[in-house]
Every structure is written in C-alpha cells, then in structure tokens.
C-alpha cells in the first residue's frame, strides 16, 4: 500500500548502514539534543514512515554527536510554542490545553513502540528527561561508558509524563530502585544501569555502542520479518496483558502467520542449516 | 482542611529528626516489634495522619530497639484478640468473621502505602512473617547488614495475606526467586535481598541505615511535593495498570499539577541554578 | 474424590525418590526429548493427575538422559501429525485448525503452572524452543552448568506460541534481555540466565541439579499442603491481577484456609518448635 | 467482634420496623435532604454501622418528609464547610485538596455499596444530582410516581463526580439513554425510570413505596444471611470483572460459604417444605 | 482432525432436525431434568465434540419431556456423588474438595459457551436454579409461555455458583431487577423475563419454541461458518474486554479469517444476489 | 493552539445550523452513502478537526439524501483501493496488509468517539454494516421511522470489524438480542431499535428526526462545555472500566475542572436562576 519513501526530515538524520537497517539521530547537537514541539511531532513521524517501510527491518537509534543521546525538553522553547509558560488563564480551559498537548507529546513518543520494527536505542553523554521516556519506548537499550542518566523531572517541579513512569517499572526488575531514581532525581551511571537490567550492554564509547547496535540490528535484519516483528508485538502484548489473555492473542496471531511462507522457509532452513532469505513485508 | 497533628500514639514512636521528615519507629521492643490487632488498627492511623499533615513530606520506618525491625505477628496475643484462637464454630460464620479481620489488618498495612508521602523502610536484625508485609508496602527498602529476612508464614501453616503474595512479585524482577523464598520460608540476607533488587541499599548497621534513609528524606523533603508525591502515586498507579492507561491518567493528573507554582519555581531554579523553596502541601 | 494413582505413561517417566515428591523425566532421549503431539497432549494428563493426588506435594522435572532437557518441538513428526505441514488448503479453515491446535498445545503445557503442586525445572544441556516455553510455566527453575538455553522460535520463521513471550517477561527483571534474547533467538548460558534471575540456582552438573532440586521439593513436601498449595496459586494469582485484587482474593481464600488444622499445627509447632505433621490433601 | 449498637445519629434517622430490617432515613427536610459535608461522612458510618451489625439482614432507604428524596448537595454550605468557595488560591494545592474531597465524599456515598446488607433505596419527590449518585451505590430501586429524577450536574457546570457517571452505565441498558440524561441534565419521571431499568418497581405514593421495600427487606431478612450477602457480593464482583475472574472468586467464596449451617438447613428446608430459621451472622 | 462422530450420550438426546443443526435434549424426565454429577460432566463432553464437529453448525438446546426444562440439581444424588453432604471433616481439606468441584461443575456448563457453535436455548415448564445457570451460558434464549423461572439458590442457603451470578448482569440491562431476582429467589415469567432481554422470543408452547428455534438454527446454519462462529468469539470477547481490546484482537483475527473462501463467495453472493454454499469448518 | 478551521471536505458536508452546533452529513447520495477508503480516512480528519474547534460544542451526523443513512461500504470500490480483492498472494503478508488496513478503518470511525464534542447520531433509511459500527461510535442516536438496521456483514461471508461487535453489546441491554440480529444479519426496524434501547428516539421523517437532533445539540451547546465534554469523557471512560478505577479517575479530572469559571458560573446561574454564558473551550 505504500510506495518507496525518502526519509529525509527537519530535525532527524536517517541513515542506512546496513541493507534493511535504519540509524535515526537526533539531530540538534547545538542545544545537546533537547526537544522542541515541532521534534516531537516529527519524531513520531519518522517512527510511523518505518514502520510501513519494507526496506526497513530494525532501526538504531542515537544522539547526533559526542556530547548527549538527549538533555531532555528545550523547556524555554516549548514555552515559547506552547501555553505552557502562559501567566493566569482560565484554570479549566488551561487544563484542557495541557490535556492535549501532553496527549499530543505522549503520542509522538510513543509511536517508537508502535512502530513494527525492533528499535535498538544507544544512550550515551548527557541522557536526562525526556531521554529517559524516549529510551523508554525502545525495545532494547545500549549503553556508552559516559551515560550519565536521570529522571530528571522531580527536578523542574513536576512528576515525568511522557513515560518513564508509566514504562520504567516494567522494564527493570527492582521497584526500590525505580523509586529511588524518580523521587531522588539522582543521576546514575551506565553500570547502574546495566546492573539493574535498565540497557543490556554498556559499551566502551558511543562510537562503539553504535557500532554494536547496528550489528545486532543487521542479524535481526537477516531474520524473518513476520517472527521478528510479531515477536516484538506479543511481547508488547505480554507486558501489558494477563498470561491466559496473551497466549489467546498469540493463537489468534498465529493462526494467520504460521501460514506465511516464513515459517516453511525457517523449517527447511533449520532442517538444512541454509540460512533462509525472506521476503518484504 | 486539618489543624497541626500531635503525633503521639501507643504503639509507635514518630519524631522530627530534620524539617519536614518524619521517622516511625515500631514501638514494642520488649516483643521483638511484634504486632497486636490495636498495632496494626495504630499503623493505619499514624499513616493517615502522615499522609495530609503539611509538615511532612517523606517518611523512614524502623523498629525500635536493635534486635528486630519486627517478628512478625504475636500470634498469642492475636489469638485473644479474635476468634483466631476459638474451636468449634459454624463454618461459614467464622469464614465470614475471618474476611472481616483479614481486610482491617491489610487496610491497616496498606495504608502506608497509599499515604501520600514517600516512605523509607529500614529493615533491621529479625525481619520476618508480617516484617515483609510491611516493607513491601513501602516505596524504597534498606537493610542493615545484620537483617535475617523470611517469608515465614508457610511455616505456620498458612499463606501470608497482608500483602507479601501480592506485591513481592512487582517489587523484585525474578519469579524463581520469589517462589523459592515464599514457598520454602528460608532465611536471606540483607545482600541476598540486595542483588534481587529488594532493598536498594544495605548499610553497615541499624544505626548507619536509619541515618542514610534520614538523609535520604531529607533530600525528597526539599524537592516540590506536588512532583515528589506526584512521582509516587503515578508509580503506584503504573504498577497495577497498562501503559496505556497510565499515560492516560498521568495527562489528566499534569493537567492540573504543571499549573502549579513549583513547575514554575522548578523551571526558574533550574535555568538559574538556584534550589528554591516550595510551599506546604 | 480419587483413588490411588498409577503414574505409568508413554513418554514420561515418573518415579518418587522421597516421600510425597514426584520426579516427572521427559522421556525421548533417542531425539533429544524433542516433543510430539501425543507428548504435549500427555504432558497435561500427567500434571492433571499430579495435581490432584494426595502422595504428591512437589514435583520435579527434568530431561531423561545427558545430552537434552528438551530440543524443542519434534517438527517433522509434528508435521505429520497435524495440518502443520500441508501444502495449500483454505486459509480460513487452516487458520481454524491451527487455533485449535495451538491452544491444545497450549493447555498441554499450561497444565503445569495449573497444576496445584509447585514444580522445580531443572534444566540441563540443550534446552531450546518449547523447552523454554515449559521451564516458563514451572514455579522455581534450577540449572546444570552446562545448560544452553534459547528462545529459539525466530529462527523457524515464527513468534513463539506456547507460552514464553507470555511469561518470561513476568519472570526475570530485564525488558531489554527478554527483547534481546526473543527477537534474535541467540543461545545463553545457565551462568546467564542466574545472573537475569531466570534460574535461582545453577549447579555443577545435571545429577547435582536434579538432586539439589529434589531436596528443595523435600523440603517443600514436610510443610503444610494446604500453606504450599495456597502460596503457589496466590503468587499465581498476583502475577496477572493488581495487589487490590490479589488482597481481596487471598482474603477470601484465607478466610477458609485459616480455619484448617494445618494452621492450629503450624502455630502449636511454631511456638513449641517441633515439627508437626500434616494430613494428606 | 462487636457488641450491640445504637444507632443514634445527627442527620440520619434509623429505625427498625421489622425484624433484622433497618430503615434509614436522610432527615434534613427543612432543605429538602440536601447533604452538607457532616453528612456524608456521617452516612458512610452509618452504613458501616449496619454492615456489621449482626440484627440488621436488610436496609431501606428514604427522604424523610415527603417533598424530596434528596435535592442534592447543598452548594452554598458545602462551600463554607470546604475550599470549593475560595477565589484564588494556588491551583496545585487546591487540585490537591480537591482530589482528597473529592475521594471522602465518593467514600461516604460508596459505603452504602460497601455495606455487606442489600439496600432498597426508596426514592420520591425531588431525587436530583447527588440523589442519583447515592441511588446508583443501592442495590434495588423502588420510585414512588410524583419523583423527579435528574443528573443535574452538568447544568452547575461541573461533571458528576459522586458516582452517577461511574455507575449508572452499568445500571441500566441503554447508553444512549444515559448519554442523554447525563449531558442534558434534563428531568424524568419514575415511570421513564421504570422502563430503561433504572428502579424495578413504581408505586403510587412515597408511603406506599416505603412500604413495599419494608416488605420486601423482611423476606430478604428471613432468608440465609449467608446466601443473601454472598449473593450481593458476587453481584458486585461480576459487575466489575470477566466472566471467568468471577467464577474463580465465587469458587473460592463458595469452599467455605457451602460449609456453613446454612446451606444444610436450607437444603433440609427445601426437602422438607418447612422454612428454616437461620443463626445470626 | 477428527473422524464424524456419533452422539450417542446417557443423559442427552443429541438429533440432527436439520442439516448442520444438532439439537440437544437433557434427558432425565423421571427427576425434572434435575443433573447429577455425572451428567455436568457429560454436559461438557456433548458441547466439545459439537464443538468441532464440521457437520454441526448450530445447535438447540431444551429439556425433554413437557414438564420442565431443567429442575435444578439432582441435590440428593450430588450428596451422595460428592463430599458435599459428609458431616464434620477438616474444614481446609473440605474447602479445598469443595473448590475442584466447583470448578469441574463450572467448566463442564461453560463448555456450551466455549462450543464454537451459536447455542439457542429453549427454556419451558419449570426452569429453576442451575437451569438459569445453564440458559446463561447459551447465546440466544426463547422461552414457552408456561415457563417458570427462578434463581432459586439462595432459597437453599447458599450464593449460585455455577455462572448465574458471573453472567446475568451482563445478559439483561436492569441491575435492579438482577438483584431483586437473585436475592429474592422468587419466580417469574416467560413475559418477564421477555421485558428485561433475557429472553428474544417467548412462544406459545415448548414444541413451537423448539420449533422456532430449529428454525433460526436453520438460518444460521446456511450462512458461513467462519463468519458465524467468528462472530460468536468476538462477541464474548466484548463483553470481557473493553471497546481498545476488542477492536484490536478483532483486526488480528480477520487479518486471517477475511483471506477466507467464505469472505469471496460472501461478496460475490451480496452482488450476484445468489445464495452461496459454504465448505465444512 | 488552533486557527479558526474552514470545515470543506471531499466527502463530507459540514455546516453549522446554529450556533457551535456542527452538522456531518455522509455526502454519496449516487452510492446510498456507502464508504470508500478515502471516505474512512476523511471521516476521521472531519471528527478530529470538530474535536479541538472551539466553535463547537455538539455535532450531528446525517447521511445526505433520503433513501440511505450508509448502505455500509462500497466493497467494489475497497476492493479495488486495497489489496481486499486480490487473488493469492503470500497468506503471512497479506494477513500483515489486512491488520494494518482494518486498523486505519477502525481509527478513522473511532474518531467519532473520541471526538471530545458530543455526537448525535440520526439514521434513517437504509442503515446497514458499517452504518450500524457508525452509529455505535456516536453518543446519542435517534432514528427517523422508516429506517431499516442491519448488522450485515455475516451475510458477506465475516464478522464485522469496525466496532459494532466491540460496541453494541455495551449500548443496549439484551446479550440474547445483540446475538440473535449480528448471527442472523436480519433487518430490524426503528420501532425494535427503540425497544431495545439503541435508540432513544424514533420521529416521523428524517427531516423531523434531524430537526430534533439539532435542536438537542443546541440545548447541550448552551452548558458549559467543560461540563458537558467531561461528562462525556467519563461515561466513556466507566463504560470500559470498573467503577473503582471511575471513581479515581474521576476526582483526578475534577480536581482541575472544579476550578474552572465555569463551576463558578454554574453555581451562581443555578442560585439566582439565570442562565449563564461559557467560555469558548
């Protein structure tokens, strides 16, 4: 249904290193990767072209440059965009505005973890905020050695709520520590991160980490498009469903993609030990 | 809506050791902290009052006394207390008699954790059956170097039922584990509760750990308590909820906290550097 | 309501090394216990019945043999013994029958976790695909050294179906391991799966692990049936539900249970410290 | 665990017509039982009072007088009483100190839900705003013909926040009709009541209506109590959860209810033709 | 997957009126069509091979005989079958017999839910207690003018467990008029029970009830079978999930079932206005 | 955050009556009204631009013409925009292509619902499949006399999948009526859409039926819009959660909204019985 896109955006670079792989960065190095409205809108843009894009089998994504993955929202610009640095106003109607607009920020966000595609995301420099609920919504984080990581909000006067809060404690395994980093708002580092299951490598350099990133992302590639992405879906799924309710969805799931000719070609692959090339999905 | 509190009560000790910290100690050492029906009635109380009290904005619980942070219930004095001791009896009467006494002891330990404040745990020497309850209802675990920790209740012929079962799941990120210690009832230590993520940190001694966790409060006792508190009811909330419906209810909870004064405050104390002063909740 | 059980099947060995355990080995070491669909059809009879006789109080599986805990699924003979294999037919109707058959299996296996007993998994060499989905739906999970485990499905061209991408992200504390493993099907070491917490113990050899794990279930097997028996289901039980529910549901149960002689010899032996001994279930 | 009350209160008149039947009566007719904020505390207790009273099966509820079941809240006390007057104020502290209003009022109301007894909920006259939310946490409806019903929170500008919007969509079957009244603030009759569902009986006055749910509460109060209350609150659990959760509770609930006296003198009864008298619970 | 059956059963009468339609009678006139535990056994059996019988599209459901659809339970007998009228013994091990049977009573009913097939059940005569347990699991409901209804349970001293209390408040649109019956157990009518939407149809006479029923059984039957019994899933699912979950497991479930034959000769009929014959399922 | 919007559409006619009443009208009249793709992806642009117009407040859908409401989608046309009508082709990636095309279709009809403003549907005429998941998604619906309904889509051979499956069974109050008109696909009249609570009004004419909407819509167009799109937010949001969760989310939303002028106008209008003017939302 879709025809061949350019990926060629305002405030995003989008690469392909490798056949079916993507490398998004963010791409606003002078104010260290911080967020602006139109950023959020346009992040969700990309995620949705990937998604569809069957030249597109997983996606990396970084922070353009040395200094920061993302120091969080450019709060003085969103400000400036938004109602949000507005004196007095109507309690109500502000209210109704910022229900929409934190709607609108969320959704951006969290078109990443809609999109079909694994996203790999390598943190790395500066990494507070709103980096935080990006990294959030990736499927699977890599750190660099320099990560210095924060759940920075509590800081500025307001609980997170772009996701961190609502995705962080299903992502790492100790409720005492995620409460700990949201309250305190304390930096931590890459081996934290790691040791708690935040990322599951921490690299020497951010050079490297995407690097390693873009590799594992080439074997996903290589891999059946309909297990990979259906994978990622009922995992989704699983996270926020009961047992009983995700192994009924994945029959239903199943029912139609066991049929694929993936699934025959994976068999007569194993069976041989010739690695199987799939087609686009 | 409320008058400044007296906080005296029989069976805790609350005191002021910094602005806006409270500390709880469980006040009945000559029975290693073990808790009676009026305790446990007591408990609900004194987090209430916590909770809307404007002076307080976080809050450390310890025992009294250096041999437990709590042994669990006094099954003697329960006993005497209800009808848990009584023979005989209609079947269906006491069942009934039983879910009543059941639903006020879990009443009374959960409400630490609805109290709207955050609350440290400093877990200490014998910590076990009811101990656990406990701490799992709190937002972040320490323990002494010397804390035995047990999930006992199977040993005395039940399944433990205020609260341990449901929430030791969510607050440690292995399953194997928690079967293991909730089925066996065995003994763990401080740093075997530390490398699964139970408690957060371990400290050389009670004494050390209460100190630490004062510290701690009195950290989170500066920051905005409309972030502070904010942060811990939107992580409670995503404990029990979907992504999905936590992102929701956070838009609508920001609509109105991001108009208050400490995200104005917040901002300006973070684009200038300078820690500024928020009012009474 | 049942007499006495035979425990003799076709593709399962049971034996009982100590009193009130069963020893569940999968038993088709001439294939590496890969599964058929009469093995997966007699898996649910055998917990079924493990579930509800009174000798039983723990169970322990394992893999007959050195060489495999479980290679997975059997999928040339699977092929003949459903419409997994057929070339064409109407994708409705195929779609219905594969519905069909991925819940029967999925009950196969489920029956497990169903089954009232708790069920030490010991893992031991290769340990791939389905044999992942059936350590997944065991309570506590122990491995040999020389385990090698993998989320194997993607590399046959399909998402997993029998229940790990259900459970295992309830079951270790690394969203980004579990994506990470799932999405690229690569093989890890027992060494590894400690360190995420998927196994909570691993041993030097398989017959040191089946022996450890038959002591635990002995362990287990001296305490109260009706504490055991209750504490599986209710940690069952606060996997999928919110801690409210869980509260009221253990309330309910409780109010019940408490009224059991196994409580009023649980507290006699507590208080006198002398084991008691508590009557079939 | 509770001795004999009295049920002696300041805006609440309770008395006891028949046998184990409590009738409640809102007693503020010189403003048309319009509820000030002692009064909603005050109905929580008193419906607490009843839940555990064990000489109370069933609960009538009435206005006293014959003007108005209820007129709703009584704005101009209620706004002395709490904040919700207050021009100005910082919005933060004031959202919060509504949310904890807010919260004690639903509380109040909810306890009528809570209550272990069935509640006829009797209404007549002018039954609008707040006496839909209270009429909606009853269990049976009876209207006597001259009511006037109204959700009448839309025309004070503000959404109903007491429990008509929570509970009404599941009280009767028609969301249009509920869409309808809800946003058009708009009066109807007992009759329009009676045919989508919302009362189950119409009568031809308040004192004739009064007299019917007496009626009716003393053959409720003749019956097992154990079945009765069960009954309500497996009714309620089904409301608010699947098919199948509610047939895992109601198992649960009935192992130890079917133990009870009273399902073998209820069965006894059945056989024998002869009503059986059933203990107090 | 599997060979025709034969229906032949010991408490049933399964006859095949039409093509593609089974309807099934309880056949046990001598006793009212009370059930022992043998025939909710059985009664299970009957709707699992229906259920996959590709002969069998729609099926009918109604007593034997003229005088009663179902009586209820056989109690006397169930006494004698179970331990539920066994004097004394210990309280947790009762409750816990007490549970598998519930749950064995509640499975072998709720297969006629599950039975892939539309259910129409036809209720006349007496039709009391687990009769409405039944006719609440089927799809469609008629009723003959001389049936007498009652959620008779609490009349014999307990709460109804076997999916009355799970299901009613989702089947009819007064919870009122729910309460009223289930804690009252009183009788009502075929024109009753017609008013409220329990039933669709009331009809002069069992035998023009059943022969109404066949009918629409009929019609059914000629229609497509993925299209029918798809729309029985998704219908259930509904009601056990909210509008989110149900749009998206009905999106995945026709991604396979509209590549279907039917979903072509369903068009090409609607254009051609040519009634098309569709392939067993 | 919006300039004044001009409302042209391709497909669709919007015009405004009176004042902050928008009137939709379905505008195929040479096709009855049925849909194309682009026609799906526009009805959810028109509802998502009447959403945040301030200059609306209440909306009213139509079909253009007399003949049809929506004679349900324009297969032939589908057929041709997307790959519906395809033959063969790879089932996995087809079944890929039909879960993201049925989940653009949902989206755009669902809209409506999410759609902050409330909708009012009129049918009238032909009203058939997709008109019946349109109208689900609508608040409040009226029906001209003459109109014929049809949950169609069984008789093409699928089980409908824009939302009256999800929908209907939680708008009116009969399971047994909701199964007996999506099995057998049979037309129903206005007058059974009434009785059956689907409707909530039934008028001579469409053209009666439209003036009644309108005149609705500018009743509602004169509250205050925080109130009224409150209430319809809410509802929405009861209809898919248990009361609990309601009731919470309920206090959060009012927390802010009290706040607003409106309240305070509603108050005062309500106190001196003059009506009051809002504020553009």
Redesign the interface.
Known sequence: ?SAPRSHTYTHFKVTFPVPFVAHVEIDRTSKLNTFTRPMWIEFGVVFAHLS?DPDVRAVVLSGAGEKAFCAGLD??AAAGE???GEEGG??????????????EF?EGI?QM?VCEK?VICVMHGISLGLAMDIACAA???FAAQDTQLSVK?????????I?T????????????????V????RTFSAEEALR?????RVLQSKGEAVEKAIE?AA??AE??P??????????NH???????E??R???????????????????L???SKRK?T??K?
Chains 1, 2, 3, 4, 5, 6 share one sequence.
């Not at 109507?90 to 709607?103: F, S």
């Not at 909000?153 to 709520?161: F, L, P, S, T, Y």
């Not at 809060?165 to 409720?175: D, E, H, T, Y």
């Open positions: 249904m569809h709060v003085k938004t109602t949000l109507e309690v109500g109607r502000k209210a109704n505005g910022l229900k929409r607009l934190i709607y969320q969290s973890e694994p499927d699977i984080r909000e509590v800081d500025i006067g307001m609980a997170a709520d996701g809060l609502a995705r962080l404690p299903k992502i790492v395994g100790s409720a005492s520590w995620v409460k700990d949201c309250l305190s708002a708690v299951g935040f990322v599951s594992m074997v996903l891999k059946s309909i297990a990979v992405q259906g994978t990622k879906e009922l995992l699983a996270r926020d469903h009961t047992v009983a995700n192994l969805y994945t029959a239903i799931w199943n029912a139609a993609m066991v049929q694929s000719e993936d699934f025959k070609k994976g068999l692959g194993a069976m199987p799939f087609e999905l």
